[in-house]
T-cell receptor, first 113, second 109 residues
Framework: NAGVTQTPKFQVLKTGQSMTLQCAQD?????MYWYRQDPGMGLRLIYY???????DKGEVPNGYNVSRLNKREFSLRLESAAPSQTSVYFC????????????FGPGTRLTVT | GQQLNQSPQSMFIQEGEDVSMNCTSS?????WLWYKQDPGEGPVLLIA?????ELTSNGRLTAQFGITRKDSFLNISASIPSDVGIYFC?????????FGTGTRLQVFP
């Protein structure tokens, strides 16, 4: 049981490049989340998917898009990367109806130059 | 956006000491949670609190849900080197968690 997995673990992009961060969970959870973590800022919610087929904006959605591919997978796309998107990105999942008990992946460290 | 205020921002303590940290908000939450993040890893849930005044323990960790529902406290007793990490509080709001800014704990032998 791997829990929440994320790929890649590290990535360096040039300004303007695009990329997709992948996330998968094997806990049969309905809800999935994408956060970014910046020094001194804690974790801020980018987008979430309460259940398969739905997505909603979080606190900092600008510059990102998401796709809930199926119940297991939730991807985050940066269409045109900017230096302000340099951060550590975490994916999380939870049971439907228990959104406060979230299980996190190991993170993707992204640098945009 | 809303964030929770955690204090202290960082702590440097000796192994065996007790640790206290807290989290405050201008909003009321119905659920408070405490997470720990080890270096290079994602946060892991330590304790969940579901009602005002609740006191819950998990081994050497004890957390309390404040009576006003606007704050929470975490205590670690008899600290050990593996307690090193960042501790985050979080409040549940709708479908989302609002996270605190974190308390970084260093434990020296």
């Amino acid at each position: 049981n791997a829990g929440v997995t994320q790929t890649p673990k590290f990535q360096v992009l040039k300004t303007g490049q695009s990329m997709t961060l992948q996330c998968a969970q094997d806990m049969n959870h309905n809800s999935m989340y994408w956060y970014r973590q910046d020094p001194g800022m804690g974790l801020r919610l980018i987008y979430y998917s309460a259940s398969e087929g739905t997505t909603d904006k979080g606190e900092v959605p600008n510059g990102y898009n998401v796709s809930r591919l199926n119940k297991r997978e939730f991807s985050l796309r940066l269409e045109s990367a900017a230096p302000s998107q340099t951060s550590v990105y975490f994916c999380a999942s939870s049971e439907l109806g228990v959104p406060y008990e979230q299980y996190f992946g190991p993170g993707t460290r992204l640098t945009v130059t | 956006g809303q964030q929770l205020n955690q204090s202290p921002q960082s702590m440097f303590i000796q192994e065996g000491e007790d640790v206290s940290m807290n989290c405050t908000s201008s909003s009321i939450f119905n659920t408070w949670l405490w997470y720990k993040q080890d270096p290079g890893e994602g946060p892991v849930l330590l304790i969940a609190l579901y009602k005002a005044g609740e006191l819950t323990s998990n081994g050497r960790l004890t957390a309390q849900f404040g009576i006003t529902r606007k704050d929470s406290f975490l205590n670690i007793s008899a600290s050990i080197p593996s307690d090193v990490g960042i501790y985050f509080c979080a409040g549940h709001q709708g479908n989302k968690l609002i996270f605190g800014t974190g308390t970084r704990l260093q434990v020296f032998p």
